[in-house]
């Protein structure tokens, strides 16, 4: 097929990384190749080896996003609050997007945040930056969160298989 498509699998929605997307569309053109012999367990598992030992790239996790100052995403309004204080604080090279435009954000490790009452915040929100400023500052990325999203994709692979 020229095409691939597969019920509660959407590897080309926005806010999935090149990273989901690769391995998401790697495993169903090896699921449905013409001289496949192999379960798609198997498929699943030699994939999530790969891409464990596979050296990626920055932009491999970079995620797009658009910014609504009215309604949009949850997550998107706690990091623009946090952008507005950054910047009123004096932070020189960050800008937020105007209502209606795409920014692109990488899901970073900057140790565990706080939320005003001193309980430690769960928010994806307070986990992404900008990528601009994630290369500039050399910034960590939380692998770990992108593995759990690819892990839920590899759970959709195989939930129709007869060994579970």
């Known amino acids: 097929p020229n095409d691939l498509f597969m019920r509660g699998i959407d590897t080309v929605k926005q806010g999935n990384s090149e990273l989901f997307r690769f391995i998401g569309e790697k495993i169903m053109w090896e699921a449905m190749g013409i001289n496949n012999t192999r379960s798609i367990c198997k498929i699943v598992e030699d994939a999530l080896r790969d891409a464990r030992f596979k050296q990626w790239d920055f932009n491999q996790f970079v995620v797009m996003s658009k910014w609504k100052a009215k309604g949009g995403l949850a997550f998107n309004k706690i990091f623009m609050e946090w952008t507005r204080e950054r910047i ?43 990528a601009n400023i994630v290369k500039e500052f050399n910034m960590k990325i939380d692998i770990r969160y992108y593995l759990e999203q690819t892990v839920g994709m590899f759970a959709r692979f195989i939930n129709e298989d007869d060994s579970f």
């Open 88 to 130: 009123a604080s004096g932070e020189k090279n960050i800008k937020i997007p105007d209502s209606g435009e795409q920014f692109s954000y990488v899901v970073v490790n900057d140790g565990p945040c706080y939320k005003e009452d001193g309980t430690k915040s769960i928010r994806k929100g307070d986990y992404i930056e900008f």
